[in-house]
């Protein structure tokens, strides 16, 4: 029997690998943290669980030790709802209560085989550590891209050393089998799939740091989350992307960008060095004398230069007295305006202008809340646009002389924790007739203001875990009382809030270098990704500038948001892409400065002179 | 007739259908709601009968645009069926922000309501304007077009343009033209219902947010915040809030209820056949004092007093001040108003029919406030639902 609830719940997995990283410190998964496969996690048993409600899974060995390792602690529950909203302890039940009821009906258990490639990788690895098992096979086909259709692998191998890796390459060659390698798990562009060898990293995650030099040294399951997290108990900070995903992974993909990279970079800015196992099973790193040159760009798609494994990466001094500070701005131009000037001036570590709907999604810890919370700002605060930056006392300063208002840490916890009452009508009513010249949001922020706040707002960790389901208020109340989880600059750094962007709905980013100066060209790009986005009826808004190389440069996301099970969603988002990317080619082809991520796909250790320079 | 979905606007509209005429409507569209449901709101609100509706029709048009935004087609049949036109469209904001929308309907809208009326039959063409198109001024202001060059905001500043444009068009096509100048308009005399709740209501609701917050403040979370911001409980259970407001030296504000701005209306349109300004003011302005205290009796209140402008320290404020004074800040210079409206054509029309502008008093006072507090200050003025 597959209950439709846990099949709904299971199908609408955003893959963001959330629940394979500790980031409420609720602790792992217990059967995922021991056994690795991904299959074992959450995130599998969704994968699962789907499979199962479309008859793709026979009953396996596999199936049967992935529904009874799960102890139904509820971890999922916790760090799946700070996400997605939603609830997948109720897909585990469901799991287990289906293998259950088989097994008492006596179903026939398959046990799957070994061919002769299995046992050879088994013989490199050790036999826990590769399968052919249908269930196991499984989570690794498929992810929310709308365009790619699942794809099973031949066999999942989990490497624990580089030595092992050369010793796979070598056999897949031998075999002729083509292999991928998958980090964590959270590639939402359905290019990690192959018919063949997909080898997991997720037992290569040690980290070594060399204070001397200021580098962390890293396996390749390594996560941005896991390294930030090691390098800020010495007082460092590492440039990384999203929390879950690996930093490896990472770097020979896309390059790291992020809102650091005003001060840190991009791609090859932040490494030192890496070492790659080509495709051919011989191991190189940057610094030998005839290594491939990765540093260089074509203006093409290309093969990942090999399979890295090891990469060493830059860590960034941090000051006792670094605070994040919001500038509301009434224009998205005055936003621009601004981040660019103080790009220029070399103010911000971490600078950037965010739409609306990424703050009141950051900040609320429901949709529904942040509906609310995103209309009040733009209605009824006059708030159009936001400039984020994280600075010392000195570079704060500085910005609340240019820009005059601004919503530092205290007044940001202050609105946080009051959220749902800043949501209340009263508020926004009297602000929405306010009839002054000033934007509302200036007496918002204004000193006097804020004891009036507080005693409006009531804000503490209960009144925030108002907003969320009843039973979870308690646990919420909890995790908003540790202050880093209002810390702007904790918030950033370990990002673990961005993969709520896709709470409501699955989002497709879209992500383009530009040109800062060209304000007019940035809003051209913005203007075609809503005119296209509206044409095809797809929801879609700007998401984030970050302005980098002295404000010569910016990274700009769009994101479209889909529904990731939706057959017409997908047929939407297929003529949306078809019609854009010519209109991006021509541009990126005629101004100076324009460059599209697919290009930089597998390139991510290319300078970033060879690509924005052009 | 146009902004028949404003306050005064509908005010008129249901006056007229009330008393025989045939109305047409030109109503901006709108994405939430169609400008049919809009206008039936108000019409419930107004309790206009079935019977009178049938002289009504409602037609979506764009004031914004040359062509109003309709089919030549329909464009012509407009031109074929108007007799008059009362003109109550108008951006009413003060705010300098939001100038390229104030300038649009103001100027612009004008422009092309005026070109409508040019190319139809239309022989006479009611305006709506304000008092205060006389601007920056101190002393008597005339009934009729005086040249002025400067402005407390962009609405008077455009207010005054529009009947620049207004006077010379309608001189040029030969139409008769009424000028309405009203001064501030809030609820009715008789019952103290409104639709709007800006001008007046803005400052009070204002003081009656802050009261509630530290009210509640004190009574459940130990008053912390409210004595960061000098607020404390008064006597018999009043709330003392310090809070001085400059009054400057002015006269007060000018103030007329909308029963009355709707009877001097009705009454100038029926009898000035020849076209004229009239200012439909109140011959005597209410004192920020005398609303200081309607507003602390009313409420339960301590502390807030009116000072004038040598005795009011700027340094001295507190906080609650700053907020106050940024809060109505707008509004100020219609509470430190020291211009004086001749009414003469006005009231020679209106003394006739002994219409006269009843006074603010504390029992009005308090039957506005009261209705205001009713509604949620408009939120659920036709029901939950339609906010
Ligand atoms: N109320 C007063 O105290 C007062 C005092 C002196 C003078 N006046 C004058 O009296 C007239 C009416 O004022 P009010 O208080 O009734 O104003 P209101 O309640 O703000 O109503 C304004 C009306 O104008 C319409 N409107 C505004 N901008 C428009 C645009 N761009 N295109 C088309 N229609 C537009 C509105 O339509 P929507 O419903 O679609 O928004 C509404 O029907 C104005 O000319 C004002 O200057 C008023
Ligand atoms: S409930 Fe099961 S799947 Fe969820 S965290 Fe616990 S053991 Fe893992």
């Known amino acids: 029997m597959i209950s439709e609830q846990a099949r709904q719940i299971a199908s609408q997995c955003r893959h963001y690998a959330m629940c394979k990283i500790d980031f409420l410190e609720t602790g792992l998964c217990p059967a995922g943290e021991k056994r690795h496969y991904v299959s074992y996690f959450p995130q599998g048993r969704m994968d699962i669980y789907s499979a199962l409600a479309n008859n793709l899974l026979p009953l396996t060995e596999g199936l049967v030790d992935i529904a009874n390792t799960c102890t139904l602690c509820g971890i999922c529950d916790k760090q799946c709802h700070f996400v997605t909203g939603m609830r997948p302890l109720k897909v585990m039940e469901a799991l287990k209560r289906h293998v259950e009821a088989s097994l008492s009906e006596n179903k026939a258990v398959t046990k799957i085989e070994e061919d002769a490639v299995l046992k050879d990788l088994r013989k490199i690895v050790g036999t826990e550590w590769a399968t052919n098992d249908p269930a196991i096979l499984v989570t690794y086909a498929n992810d929310p891209f709308p365009l790619k259709d699942m794809q099973m692998p031949g066999y999942v191998v989990l490497p624990r050393t580089k030595d092992e890796i050369v010793a796979i390459v070598n056999m897949a060659n031998k075999h002729g089998l083509p292999y991928v390698v998958r980090g964590n798990g959270s590639s939402v562009f359905g290019i990690v799939f192959t018919d063949g060898i997909v080898l997991d990293m997720n037992r290569m995650k040690s980290i070594a740091i060399d204070r001397d030099n200021w580098v962390a040294a890293i396996e390749p399951g390594v996560t941005s989350f896991d390294l930030q997290k090691e390098v800020q108990k010495h007082g460092f900070r590492v440039n990384v992307a999203e929390p879950a995903a690996t930093v490896c992974g990472n770097i020979v993909c896309t390059g790291i960008f992020s809102t650091w990279s005003n001060a840190y970079g991009v791609a090859a800015d932040n490494l030192i060095n890496a070492e790659f196992v080509d495709s051919a099973g011989h191991v190189f790193d940057l610094n030998d004398v005839g290594a491939p040159n990765i540093f260089a760009f074509r203006n093409e798609m290309v093969p990942p230069p090999g399979i890295c494994t090891k990469a060493h990466v830059r860590m960034y001094p941090t000051t006792k007295d670094e605070q994040g500070l919001l500038v509301p701005l009434g224009t998205f131009d005055e936003a621009v305006a601004l981040a660019r000037d103080l790009s220029a001036r070399r103010i911000g570590v971490a600078l950037a202008v965010l739409g609306g709907h990424y703050l009141s999604t950051f900040m609320s810890p429901s949709a529904a809340l942040a509906d609310k919370v995103k209309e009040n700002l733009t209605k009824s605060l006059d708030i159009n646009s936001m400039v984020f930056m994280v600075g010392d006392r000195y570079a704060r300063d500085a910005v609340k002389k240019m820009a005059g208002v601004t919503i530092d840490d205290k007044l940001f916890r202050m609105l946080m924790l009051g959220l749902p009452r800043l949501a209340e009508d009263e508020w926004a009513e009297l602000l929405r007739n306010f009839e002054g010249d000033k934007y509302a949001y200036e007496i918002f922020c204004m000193e006097e203001m804020y004891p009036l706040l507080e005693a409006a707002l009531s804000p503490s960790p209960e009144t925030l875990a108002g907003a969320v389901d009843e039973d979870l208020r308690d646990f919420y109340a909890q995790l908003y009382s540790r202050p880093e989880m209002t810390d702007l600059v904790w918030l950033n750094m370990f990002r673990i809030i961005s993969s709520r962007m896709a709470r409501h709905k699955h989002v497709i980013a879209f992500i383009l270098y530009v040109p800062l100066d060209r304000i007019d060209i940035i809003k051209e790009i913005n203007g075609l990704f809503k005119k296209v986005g509206d044409k095809y009826g797809i929801e879609n808004e700007f998401g984030f500038l970050t302005p980098m190389d002295f404000g010569k440069r910016a990274i700009l996301e769009y994101d479209y948001y889909i529904d990731q099970t939706s057959r017409s969603d997908a047929e939407r988002i297929g003529k949306a892409m078809t019609e854009i990317d010519p209109e991006l080619e021509r541009l990126s082809a005629d101004i100076k400065g324009i460059k599209l991520m697919k290009y930089i796909l597998s390139q991510g250790c290319a300078r970033k002179e060879h690509f924005l320079y052009r | ?387």
Request: glycine share 8%; hydrophobic share 35%; net charge neutral.
């Open chain 2, 1 to 387: 007739m146009t902004g028949g979905t404003g306050f005064l606007g509908s005010h008129i509209a249901s006056e007229l259908l009330r008393q025989g005429y045939r109305v047409l409507l030109l109503v901006r569209p709108n994405s939430q709601v169609s400008a049919h449901a809009r206008v039936e709101q108000l019409l419930t609100w107004f309790g206009i009968s079935p019977k009178d509706k049938r002289r009504l029709k409602v037609i979506e048009a764009r004031m914004d645009q040359p062509d109003l935004g309709l089919t030549q087609e329909r464009y012509a049949d407009l031109t074929n069926t108007i007799d008059e036109i009362i003109h109550c469209a108008s951006n009413t904001s003060f705010s300098e922000r939001k100038r390229t929308e104030v300038e649009r309907a103001n100027i612009e809208g004008l422009q092309h309501i005026l070109d409508l009326a040019a190319r139809s039959k239309c022989y006479f063409f009611h305006h709506l304007s304000t008092a205060y198109v006389a601007g920056k001024k101190s002393g008597p202001c005339r009934e009729e077009f005086v040249e002025t060059t400067s402005f407390t905001n962009v609405y008077e500043e455009t207010k005054y343009y529009g009947e620049r444009i207004l006077f010379e068009k309608c001189d040029d096509e030969g139409i008769r033209l009424n000028v309405y100048r009203p001064s501030i308009v809030y609820g009715s005399a008789e019952d103290g219902r409104s639709l709007r709740f800006t001008a007046l209501y803005y400052p009070l609701r204002t003081i009656l947010f802050l009261k509630n917050l530290f009210m509640k403040d004190i009574e459940e979370s130990g008053g912390k915040r409210a004595q960061q911001m000098g607020v404390k409980m008064g006597t018999d259970g009043s709330l003392h809030l310090p809070i001085r407001i400059e009054a400057g030296n002015g006269n007060g504000i000018n103030l007329v209820p909308v029963d009355f701005f709707i009877k001097a209306f009705m009454e100038i349109m029926d009898t000035c056949l020849e076209g004229s300004v009239f200012h439909i003011v109140n011959e005597r302005s209410k004192t920020i004092d005398a609303l200081v205290e309607y507003t602390t009796r009313y409420f339960n209140l301590e502390g807030i007093e009116a000072v004038r402008t040598e005795d009011f320290d700027k340094q001295s404020r507190n906080g609650l001040e700053i907020l106050f004074d940024t809060y109505v800040d707008a509004y100020k210079p219609y509470m430190r108003d020291n211009r004086i409206f001749s009414n003469d054509k006005t009231r020679s029309i209106l003394e006739k029919k002994n219409i006269k502008c009843p006074d603010l008093d504390y029992e009005l006072f308090s039957k506005c406030m009261q209705y205001a507090i009713e509604t949620g200050w408009g939120a659920n003025l036709f029901g939950k639902q339609h906010q």
